[in-house]
């Protein structure tokens, strides 16, 4: 029976790291091709016979501006800086004012937008008699290059373009000066004596060279879009091998890495179709409207929202449109919801993210102290049985069936459940995972200092050390607990604080702080239960 506890010990293991390997996969790096910055993608490719039509139309139309009336409208809120071009009336930086590229101070604000190169984001192109080609000059409503917004102020910037057909296409972008959402309304208006039909698709574009970019493109980089009811993620291995088309259900698509997330979708809530991807290391999402008819005088309208800021949970939450979606809990999501929360509760009151994780580690072993607690008794009452189950299997060693009937006999009469050590451990190992999930992906603990040398509770420690004094707390944890295997099992076992601790190397320092508290505080209990007598 004793070796069916060794078996059940070691399958348990086995399930923690399979869990592990499957909840938590590592991450895909996926290497930056050489030349692909050359390869960047401007447009969509029209078909031939709206590709002649364009460019005899558009471009003069372009060319024919004069190069004075190129310039560049920066609007700032408490939240942003974004700076629009009348070139293709794009968003060419957006550049989040409460977020550093890096801890060190001073670091560069974080620049969502990441395709300056290609002349920006949220590219414009039109088939039909709405085709346009994306890099025409726009005028602008505005005379003046700077808008301040603050509080709940309002703002918009209109951006227009006449087209040879006599249709006009007016862009306007909605600031808000308490959010990170920015609307972006098109507006088809048909001036002339004829009615007219074509499509207009509204494009994000991606630089995935994180050489120009900096950690904002990162190895959890991926295409992300809300089609129905589910989350659909797509890496950019997956989009290297073929292009995604989603169509009718989406809700929202964009791009987006472990921390921030760039997002386009319909503002009344309509499905559209999206398709994405990727060339060279250009990411596109390109919303396609359907089919438009103008009649002669009419005007026709696409309203889109779009969300450029920080995959902060509470953030997302308040703006809507189910972008909350996008932020990964994992599995045990309705588990990690209120760990979250109750972290976040803990961090109002002593304004420190490690201090916070501390506290709500405490909170947690409290609340499995009597799981815990009842493990350890179960597992020390193990132990006192093992002379006498020695004795039962010198006595009973050719005889199995006989030696496990003895043993349950034993088990009976001391009132001992060979389970009782397991059971309550496993019952803890979703809420590892949750709070492991919360840990993980907060963007709270971004570049959040704890104590001395610890500044960013995102990242591993530099040196080294919570690690490495995690290991020694494992190690002292496991030889304080009752064990009922042989020498040479519990020789193997103590392999395993050798193994979590190069394997929380690596990990984020908040999570290791969590580790390391509640291996003092396991500590502390089974020296507690191990004073007590059984």
């Not at 390869?39 to 039509?53: D, G, K, R």
């Not at 603050?150 to 057909?165: D, H, R, T, Y």
């Amino acid at each position: 029976m004793e070796n069916k506890n060794t078996l059940v010990a070691l399958s348990l293991m086995m399930l923690l790291w399979i869990g592990y390997t499957f909840f938590f996969p590592t991450p895909q790096i996926i290497p930056v091709q050489p030349g692909n910055s050359s390869e960047a993608v401007t447009a969509a490719p029209l078909s031939p016979e709206i590709t002649n039509s364009s460019l005899t139309s558009a471009t003069p139309g372009a060319t024919e501006v004069p190069a004075a009336q190129l310039k560049e409208i920066t609007v700032e809120t408490d939240f942003y800086r974004a700076v629009l071009t009348t070139r293709g009336a794009r968003l060419k930086e957006f550049y989040l004012k409460k977020y550093r590229s890096k801890v060190d101070d001073p670091s560069p604000e974080v620049n969502l937008v990441t395709s300056a190169a290609q002349g920006g984001t949220f590219a414009l192109t039109g088939e039909g008699d709405l085709s346009v080609a994306d890099h025409v000059l726009y005028s602008v409503d505005k005379a003046e290059t700077f808008l301040r917004l603050s509080g709940s102020e309002e703002k918009s910037l209109s951006f227009s373009f006449l087209l040879p057909s006599g249709v006009t296409l007016l862009k306007t972008y909605k600031f808000n000066g308490q959010t990170y959402s920015v609307g972006v309304d098109l507006q088809v208006q048909n001036s002339s004596p004829a009615a007219k039909q074509g499509t207009l698709s509204l494009a994000l574009l991606e630089d995935t060279d994180q050489t120009l970019t900096g950690d904002i493109v990162d190895d959890t980089s991926a295409a992300a879009s809300l089609v129905g009811s589910k989350l659909r993620v797509d890496t950019l291995s997956d989009l290297s091998k073929e292009e995604k088309n989603y169509k009718d259900e989406v809700l929202w698509s964009g791009f987006k890495n472990k921390y921030f997330i760039k997002s386009v979708g319909a503002a009344d809530q309509q499905k559209i179709d999206v398709s994405i991807h990727k060339k060279g290391a250009i990411v596109e999402t390109r919303f396609k409207s359907p089919l438009l008819l103008i009649p002669a005088g009419g005007v026709v309208s696409l309203n889109y929202f779009s969300y450029l800021g920080p995959l902060d949970y509470q953030i997302l939450q308040d703006t809507g449109y189910e972008l909350v979606r996008a932020v990964d809990l994992g599995f045990f999501a309705i588990l990690a919801k209120p760990l979250f929360y109750v972290l976040k509760f803990f961090y109002d009151y002593v304004g420190n993210y490690g201090w916070a994780i501390i506290l709500l580690t405490v909170l947690i072993k409290i609340i499995f102290w009597p799981l815990t607690d009842k493990s350890y008794k179960s597992m020390k009452a193990m132990q006192t049985l093992q002379p006498e189950m020695t004795k039962l299997r010198e006595k009973y060693k050719s005889d199995r069936d006989t030696l496990n009937k003895e043993i349950m006999t034993l088990y009976k009469e001391h009132r001992v459940n060979p389970l009782g050590g397991c059971l309550p451990m496993v019952v803890q190992i979703p809420v590892f995972f949750a709070l492991y999930q919360v840990l993980m992906n907060m963007i709270e603990l971004r570049h959040a200092p704890f104590i001395f040398w610890l500044t960013d509770l995102s990242v591993k420690d530099p040196y080294y050390i919570t690690p490495l004094i995690m290991g020694a707390t494992m190690f002292i944890q496991q030889k304080l607990t009752p064990s009922q295997l042989d020498p040479i099992q519990q020789k193997i076992f103590l392999i395993m604080p050798v193994v979590f601790t190069f394997l929380f190397l690596n990990f984020p320092s908040g999570l290791v702080v969590y580790w390391l508290v509640n291996n003092v505080l396991t500590i502390a209990q089974q020296l507690s239960v191990n004073r007590k007598k059984i």
